[in-house]
């Protein structure tokens, strides 16, 4: 079955940086295309940033030139670089398949959190 695990998150001080890693097994990952979502308390969970199978992204306007995703195919992975973070990029972060209706089996998530 379908598995994410989602892992690298932690405490960061305003404008520093993080690098998110999902390992997705299960699935025929390279011809799916992957997204980074978040939910922050009392929010709605949102698509953070996609990458299509070919390598096509697209990103949240508010976390556009700061974040940066990309995949390894052959490692079933896809990461979310994250850099010059705020305050309000603090939530639990899962990656999940994008464009089309997100798995059931969503991972644990890792949770990012941005304070001084």
């Known amino acids: 079955q379908v598995q994410l695990v989602e892992s690298g998150g932690g405490l960061v001080q305003p404008g520093g940086s993080l690098r998110l890693s999902c390992a997705a097994s299960?699935?025929?990952?390279?011809?799916?295309?992957m997204g980074w979502y978040r939910q922050a308390p009392g929010k709605q969970r949102e698509l953070v940033a996609s990458i299509t199978s070919s390598g096509g992204t697209n990103y949240l306007d508010s976390v556009k030139a700061r974040f940066t995703i990309s995949r390894d195919n052959a490692k079933n992975t896809v990461y979310l670089q994250m850099n010059s973070l705020k305050p309000e990029d603090t939530a639990i972060y899962y990656c999940n398949r994008a464009l089309s209706r997100p798995y059931d089996n969503w991972g644990q998530g890792t949770q990012v959190t941005v304070s001084s």
């Open positions: 299960g699935i025929m990952f390279s011809f799916v295309t």
